[in-house]
């Protein structure tokens, strides 16, 4: 059910505010690699300066600032959106949708997962690859639409 809920409200939130998606997606791509690539040993390096605290929950709060918090806080200063109608609509899902793809293992071992949560992850876990490269071209494309402030 967690899963569901953050789901509905990633979607609710993209498609009522209807700003700018793909400088926030791509950042989200960019804090995948990054964690991928420095993530542990950065938490390692900081589970010495809080050694009261678990280095699994040092590193779930690294990679939700990364691929999470920073992409959100990305999109909440963007400006409109240069895309519209259905496109704009498909771009807010696909990046809903990727973004509870890239969350929703640390999720599971934050919260238990019921049947509808695992049915949820399973599926978005079958179309991840399409959903990446779709919501990559519709970044893109939002990022060349989007200029100053105005739409071309």
Request: zero cysteines; charged letters at 10%; glycine letters at 10%.
């Amino acid at each position: 059910m967690i899963l569901a809920i953050f789901l509905i409200a990633l979607i609710i939130l993209f498609v009522v505010v209807r700003h700018n998606v793909g400088v926030p997606f791509l950042a989200m791509i960019a804090g995948v690699a990054v964690y991928d690539n420095w993530g542990a040993g950065f938490a390692n390096g900081l589970s010495e300066f809080f050694p009261g605290v678990s280095i699994m929950w040092i590193q779930y709060a690294l990679y939700g600032l990364l691929v999470l918090g920073f992409p959100l806080i990305l999109y909440m200063r963007a400006g409109k959106s240069g895309l519209f109608g259905a496109l704009r609509i498909a771009e807010s899902v696909v990046f809903a949708a990727v973004l509870t793809i890239m969350v929703a293992e640390p999720l599971a071992n934050i919260f238990t997962f019921d049947n509808l949560a695992y049915n949820i992850s399973s599926f978005l876990g079958g179309i991840r690859g399409i959903a990446m490269i779709v919501g990559i071209i519709a970044a893109y494309v939002d990022v060349f639409l989007f200029h100053s402030g105005r739409t071309w």
